[in-house]
């Protein structure tokens, strides 16, 4: 049981009828239910409450937090993002989805543009696991099949992951790194491809299963603080 | 709780009785001995026994295996030796603890040599911390003292790890990468370098941690094993 | 100016008449040809010559070694591909292309049994950069494409690449990481996928920049061979 | 040939003698004119020029950039940053020195804190080469001592290296990752660790040929930009 975080910039729920259809609790209230069938303590935040719904409270009391995000990343505040930022190098763990591939949190902690080609045509995708040692997979199979998603291609412009999942077909002729990992401080980072808001995507059991195995992969270690700065010798220098 | 096998070549425990007394249950009885409180059900095996202990049965009901051996490593069958690889790849854990790192199993899976410097002379290690954000690592600190034990020096002649987790530091001027995890198949490795067998390493509940740690890590994920071979299309070829 | 040597199994050449006249002159001729252009010294060997023409004195003064071998890889004897993995490891350049994945050379090298999925059905490739910044990938553009190529599908058991440059995908359905650099000792090994006997594709331009990018970033460093074995101590040990 | 510029914050060189008489031409002249006898085209650029001398124009004649700054990271523009970051995503090639792992430059890029431990007490260090096929550690042998030099030592906050060629034993007891590898977008990045203000590590041989070998392999390739945004399919979806 971990404490854990869902984060929905939640403005095409407002906008659009096809996504509220879709999601009509939000597309932050679907994945929060299937977290909590897996026994985690699950709460909501949002892009248009106070600080986002991100408090120094909340954040230091979220385990692993998972983030959506798409028109408005500019909206979300540089200070909250920094805020998000420590406490993920602190240890939390963080999941980035979908087109959070573009969130000011995703690309900071990246240090690259985090770009790639996308398309909106309803096509198929198929994600194809490449680590089948990986906790991240289990129970996955060979791939995941999803008859309609939005496209994103190659080149993605992010570091070498650390550990590469999940590599995506499109029917339109693109390939994907659509599951990779990075750790950056004490925590873990979790960015995984799939879910554009007019698909059922986040309702798919198999994208569940991969979504809360990646939240308790990035489950934060119990580890001290490394301490840093000016250190005492711990051997005597200069005896020779 | 998982199954767990604590194989050793159980030689010196023999001949030395210094490594008698300090593993007065061999180094395998020692390690079975902290694994068991971690709440394991786990068994031992050395190469003396018939199929040295790792009959199909032992390691198809095994979940992760350490491996300690040094002076008779060319003992072990190459038969016993696929054996224990062909586990891996289906997804075993293995746990490599130091003299291991010439053993046939490790240099089978790596690749390389496993060459290193080497020294016995009663000299300080300390292994620190570089990833902190590890389960390997968790509840460790920033870095583990061992006032006597042998010194493996770099080049340490193995694969660049996929993940690098600790550094030693030796009083005599050397460093080393002493713990290093692969992925080899469905199958984990953690190689962890301490514990030369005159010094009751073994018996460092730091060092005892990072293990538990370890097997934890290299359990086996619930995964189907991968189709190969000849495969049908999946999508219309040619229907342009 | 480097000494490159494209070795060759050769008997498709012999009994398949569709082979022949993609490859009149072998398909270590035609990758022999398009190396001497870059302005290396080049040589062939082929499985059935004496020593499968991989002598000491050959192997000695090869910086790098490309490698195509299909269906006599059994035949390749144990004795020469310990030499050739010797001198991998010793700092020589290998190459592995397309079929060369099954073979015990690079078998040995990478640990696991490098299997996949394959179909042989005229379909189309197209191989895509992942990593823009790599001197193999340098020219390319965004990606490679094939009209008809043998198809290679995930999951592809190999160790997590090093680099990861091109994944593949495919018509049918399935995708590929299609180029993988790996370092093993001193050497460097480059694993490119496509090749099939019974297409043109070592003709292809694209190809050819690749195979000789890879070429080029194998070279071997001049480096002395790394010190192995018992060491004195660099510094004084016990002065406390 | 290159065009190289190795930008210094030059402020030690004005106002503590003894940088003076170590580096009477600055850091950045000492680095330069062992760069130039390498055959490279180089000029120098220091914060307090105007745009801290990197201009636009400069930066887009620069194949490859060295940085050296210390106690004013925060006086360098935000701007100037951005800028030398769009650079590298560019292709330009960077190679971060000491203290430097606290530029502004080299924390976006990472995404992490680079913090560390540090220590100035005259002692020595002993950079292992932990890659030797790596053409950075091409011709260094088995380490490169230095007699005195500032401790850096672990945990050393950044992300796991693309590439780990050197570690740091240092006297007074701690480990380090002293020579890294890094791609971002186009560029690659090298950090190397020695280089403190007041030591003469800069006139040391073996230290000069670990930063002409990293300023080679930093060479942009010649690649066209890969493309981002909507993007046209390459094959007809729906068709079935």
Redesign the interface.
Known sequence: MMNITVWNENRHEQTNQVVRDVYPDGIHGTIAQFLEKEGHQVRTATLDEEEHGLTEDVLHSTDVLLWWGHQAHEEVSDEIVERVKQRV?D?MGLIVLHSGHFSKIFK??????C?????E???KE?L????????I??????FIELEKEE?Y?????I??P???LF?????????F?SGCT???????VFYFRPGHETYPTYHNPEIQRVIANGVRWAEP????????????????????
């Open positions: 190098l240890g900071t902690l990246m240090g690259t543009t770009d790639l080609k996308w398309r045509a309803n096509e198929r194809w696991v490449v680590d089948p040692s990986h906790p997979t289990e129970g996955v199979g060979e496209m291609g190659e080149h993605f412009d570091p070498a650390d550990e590469l590599l995506s077909w499109f029917e339109g002729g693109e390939v790194r990075y750790r950056r401080g004490q925590g873990k270690v119990k580890q001290e603080k490394p301490v840093y700065g000016n250190a005492k010798p711990l051997e005597t220098i200069g005896s020779k």
